[in-house]
């Protein structure tokens, strides 16, 4: 439809209109009296609110600073405003919604406006969250009481259903996650997880269910079920993106219907119609150009599932760019603009990209993290350990050794061959020795670090005590194995997920065995050892976040 084809179609718009939109009516009004024709801004308002239904919100939103100067130039005010009232949408733009709104108590008469998306610390149009009285007395079994922030986070799951249950390691996500697919009615319920959760996962359902309703992906097609358990690294198998080759010779994804169509066909897991789908760990989609990002990411597009539930023990609304990732996920409009939530959100810097020939911008260290807060809390729901009553109290004891004359005179040749290597190949690393010593000689001092975790470890299972220990490497982990014997059972990324169950199983059933010993990547995901009720770091990766993740 051409320019003025759009304007004659807005104005019989206009002309027929029975509703109550006052932008609308006053087109109608001046239209009919030829008083004026519609502009391109009018016609695009026609078309886009014809049908609008108004909102009411009455609920009052922080607004960013630069809008708050707009206002107060615009509306001559005296005061900055921080905050604005908004009483009631009545339609929407691109990038504005069209609103009654009231910047102080004052005011006389309500202002209507267009208030810019970007400009509300909020998300204006979402529902307040209702209290659905649910009665979680037959889900209190099996020594397993629900909680009171698990009763809280399944209201939330199910009044939105999709958000980010982001709460701290050990209080109960797949719980809450598992029972929000029982007491919402799901049918079919796919969890994408890694492959070393896959058995947590269908030990946790099976708790509530019957196992013949789980079944577990393992790489070939599965026989359908209402639980469907499937790790990242297998996706691939299930679904498959369609590509093609444009124009210039490059491999895009197709837009060909023809295309998308066959490889749905193919799909068994388009093809079992998920009416809710989990994503645990979902901080791992943190690279959006990954396959395992851009398969969830067409398939959930694709496939359009009722409920969406990423859950997820890491602080990501400190990490705003793998934040932003998921967000884009789930729809949510801050997500919207990439060089806004960019420039707003990761300290955006544009820089002069000579092979695009262009202007780019590259994120940078997360801010104006209380705006993003703000922006999200709608769909994010996070709480921590010292938040809730009744969790046991984490007692952090840290331990100092040190190297004998001869470790110590072992340790620096190893750096000075070290360096000296690295010269003779024209690289200096001389001023980076502390980049060295947290990488290249972190397994060395791990390795003499076990005779001390020995004599810790010694004394923790003479009380009767049970004990996990972690380690970065394979040297130590082996070494600490020797020594303990039968009393221990090693967890690393090289067993098969069945040694990883036995070996889980082992500690928390088999009195016989005291201690688990485990690589600190594998170990320190998904597990709940509640048995045992020390730990020992015998050896720490330079990201501490898997420390944290252990614990």
Known sequence: MNIVDKIIKAGEIVKEYTGTNPKILELQYRITRGRGTLSDFDVKYVFTNKDYIEKEVNKTFKISAWYGETLKEKQNLEFLPVKLKIIKVIGEMENSFHCYVQYRLSQKYLLLTYVPKKAIWGDILADEIQDLNIDFTPYDKEGR?????????????LNRRKAIIADDMG?????????????????????????SLKSNWEREISIYNDKKDIIIVDGSKWQEAKYTIINYDILHNFYEIPYEENEDGKIVKSRKKVNIIESLKNSQLFQSQFDLVIIDECHNLSVNSSSRFQIIKDFLSKSKPDSVFFVTGAIIANDTMNLYNILTLLKCPVSDDYNYYVSQFCSGKKVW?????????????????????????????RRLKEEIGGVVEKRRNILYYD????????????????????????????????????????????????????VLGDKIISNGDKLVIIGCFD???LQLKEYFGDKSVIYNGKMTNKQKDLSEKQLMENDKIKIIIGNIKSIGVGLNLTVA?????NSFLWVPSYSFQGE
Not at 171 to 186: F, H, N, P, R, V
Not at 434 to 451: D, F, G, R
């Open 475 to 477: 040297e130590e982990i």
């Open 145 to 157: 009481e629900v909680r009171l922030h698990q009763k809280i986070g399944i209201n939330f799951l």
């Open 533 to 537: 009720h020390h730990l020992i770091l």
């Open 171 to 195: 209080l109960g996500k797949s719980m809450t996650c598992i029972l929000a697919s029982m007491i919402g009615e799901y049918k079919r319920i796919l969890v994408i997880c890694p492959a």
């Open 403 to 454: 190297l004998t004359p001869e470790e110590e005179k072992e340790y620096n040749e190893l750096t000075e061959k070290y360096l000296e290597e690295q010269l003779m190949l024209g690289r200096d690393l001389t001023d980076y020795k502390t980049l060295i010593e947290s990488t290249l000689l972190n397994e060395y001092t791990a390795v003499k670090m076990v005779k001390n975790t020995i």
């Open 353 to 381: 990209n000579k092979y695009l020939r262009k202007e780019i911008i590259i994120p940078g260290e997360p801010s104006n993290l209380e705006e993003l807060s703000e922006k999200i809390k709608h769909l994010y729901i």
